[in-house]
């Protein structure tokens, strides 16, 4: 259970990870849902419309995706929802590249498995690698996440 935690944790951070943080962009949890829609509805409903969204190019790009009763409007709920659903795949994609970078299938990674299948991490792996054993296992990577709000990946 916890590994599936980790892969899921993990996952959102790699998803993320990419992303330039901008003020515009939407909310990275979906416990900020609420507070980042406040901020664009400027009518007070409690949904945002699409005139609403514009001005904020990830959210008006993916306004029809988001928007799953198709009533014109995102609430917090169709938003969460979608995080959610955004979360669970780059948790999934997560858990195929870790799996595929660990070809000795010991649930760790080595340096070498890092450098070949997860590269981003070598930058850290000293630093990761708590115990100094020379592998990454899930508990040091939980351990070593940067702290929510920071724009650099592991």
Do not use: C
């Not at 938003?79 to 948790?91: D, I, P, V």
């Not at 994609?93 to 450098?115: C, I, M, P, V, Y």
């Amino acid at each position: 259970m916890r590994t599936v935690y980790l892969f899921t944790l993990l996952g959102l951070l790699a998803a993320t990870a990419s992303a330039a943080e901008t003020p515009a962009q939407p909310a990275r949890s979906r416990h900020d849902a609420g507070k980042y829609l406040a901020t664009l509805d400027a009518d007070k409903n409690g949904s945002i419309s699409r005139d609403e969204a514009k001005g904020h190019a990830r959210l008006e790009k993916d306004f029809d995706a988001l928007d799953a009763n198709r009533d014109g409007q995102v609430s917090q709920d169709e938003f969460r929802a979608h995080l959610k659903a955004k979360h669970e795949q780059g948790a999934e994609r997560f858990k195929q590249r870790w799996d595929q970078a660990d070809t000795d299938h010991n649930g760790q990674l080595s340096r070498a498995e890092a450098e070949k299948g997860m590269s981003y991490l070598v930058k850290r792996f000293d630093q990761l690698d708590a115990n100094k054993d020379g592998q990454l296992s899930a508990d040091e990577l939980r351990g070593g996440r940067k702290p929510r709000g920071e724009t650099k990946p592991l």
